[in-house]
């Protein structure tokens, strides 16, 4: 669980070449794309560009390299070649590398077109929470501390927050322990410690915050069909607070002074 300075400075490549990933995507009009094009698109940068390994791709069975969430899907939707990307939709990209052995993890939510503003709002809030919860990470501070500042942010927003899917432990393996949850009680849970390394990845819903498993067995998605935003990184626990593996060159963390 927790990582010697050996490994996080691996780590640190492998988030760093993921942030890249999204770089190179935010360069795209997504508006017309099949989700099953991006998803070789970022199949090659990922094996050929970066010389890496997109670690998703055959992990519990999962054939592809990324997750793409449109709208009223929550997370791990599946790559479609019939599944076209349009003017106005929201859509979550999930990604993994694995580099040296170790692997980061990060996603984000992409407005295409001409966004309704109601979707727009339930993205930034949705990225907020994350940093919200990012802001909590300290030695000495609880995984606790995280879940309930990202709910509260979601809550005081007029949304909801998934409770069936959570941030994890990240290194060697995608998915170690500790479960980071997006929703908790201040003061309770794992004390952090320096060393550690997990994403913090917040699902937030317009509606209830219920949810179902399509048919496919992987497309989660809303029970009122209302629409869902999700960001994600990976950070590491470190003796000043925190930092952010996985941040990309454009990115500027919205942290809090803390007293």
């Known amino acids: 669980m927790v990582k010697t300075s050996d490994e996080l400075a691996l780590m640190r490549v492998s988030g760093k070449l993921l942030a890249s990933v999204f770089e190179m995507l935010d360069g795209l009009d997504l508006a017309g794309m099949s989700t099953m094009q991006i998803n070789d698109l970022v199949d090659r940068f990922i094996s050929v560009d970066l010389a890496a390994r997109p670690a998703s791709k055959g992990q519990y069975g999962f054939k592809y390299v990324l997750n793409c969430s449109i709208n009223h899907v929550v997370c791990h939707g599946v790559p479609d070649p019939d599944e076209i990307i349009r003017d106005g939709d929201i859509i979550n990209l999930d990604i993994t590398l694995e580099k040296s052995g170790f692997i980061a993890d990060s ?12 979707a727009r709002r339930l993205a930034r809030v949705a990225q907020e929470a994350m940093w919200k ?3 909590r990470v300290r030695p000495g501070a609880h995984l606790g501390d995280i879940g309930f500042a990202i709910e509260r942010h979601a809550k005081k927003n007029g949304y909801s927050v998934v409770r069936e899917y959570c941030g994890h432990g990240i290194g060697r393996e995608m998915h170690e322990e500790p479960q980071v949850l997006n929703y908790g009680r201040p003061g309770t849970g794992l004390k952090l410690r320096e060393g550690m390394v997990f994403t913090i990845e917040p699902m937030v819903n317009q509606g209830t915050r219920k949810v179902t498993t399509a048919r496919d067995g992987w497309t989660v998605v809303t029970n009122d069909r209302k629409l869902s935003a999700q960001f994600e990184h990976t950070v590491a626990v470190t003796g000043g607070g925190v930092e952010v593996l996985t941040l990309r060159r454009d990115e500027t963390p919205m942290l809090e002074r803390r007293g």
């Open 107 to 118: 996603s984000k939510t992409y407005l295409v077109g001409d966004v309704p503003p109601a």
């Open 133 to 135: 919860g990012i802001g």
